[in-house]
């Protein structure tokens, strides 16, 4: 063993220099920021979508459609749907609580009775909308409907 077979132990020096601290360091001065400009001042960062200066793609595209604001959204039911309900369920009187209980719509949503698929059973069906021809199947099977306010 001599002198240069010597190591410092294990965790003892550092690997990175540090930043900034004076010029005879050899990163001091920028601190390795460069000069000037938005990267070298401290605060930084970049926003989501920055090309550089150049026109973002999210500002270069067209924007397009339209949001009615007054739409009213409703969960789409099919008669066959109501017909397994029925059938499972073994009740002639469908509310929009048996709907939920069943777990083919949510406390919050609107449900709007459609006329696909075919009605056996005398039903008395309540729910928010119901499309004509839904309106004629359930009635001409002998049910009725109810129409609910939301």
Request: hydrophobic share 35%; no cysteine.
């Amino acid at each position: 063993m001599n002198l240069s077979n010597i190591t410092p132990a294990a965790g003892s020096t550092r690997t990175n220099k540090r930043l900034g601290r004076g010029v005879a360091s050899g990163k001091g001065g920028t601190s390795t920021r460069g000069h000037k400009g938005a990267k070298s001042r401290s605060g930084y960062s970049r926003k989501i979508g920055f090309e550089g200066g150049q026109m973002p793609l999210q500002r270069r595209l067209p924007k397009f459609g339209f949001n009615p604001i007054n739409r009213v959204e409703y969960k789409a039911v099919n008669l066959s749907s109501l017909q397994l309900l029925a059938d499972e369920k073994k009740e002639s009187v469908l509310t929009i609580q048996t709907m939920i209980n069943a777990g083919i719509i949510t406390k919050k949503q609107l449900v709007k009775i459609l006329a696909k698929g075919t009605l056996t059973s005398k039903l008395e069906v309540e729910a928010h909308a119901f499309s004509k021809a839904a309106e004629a199947a359930i009635t001409t099977v002998g049910g009725s409907i109810k129409v609910v306010k939301p």
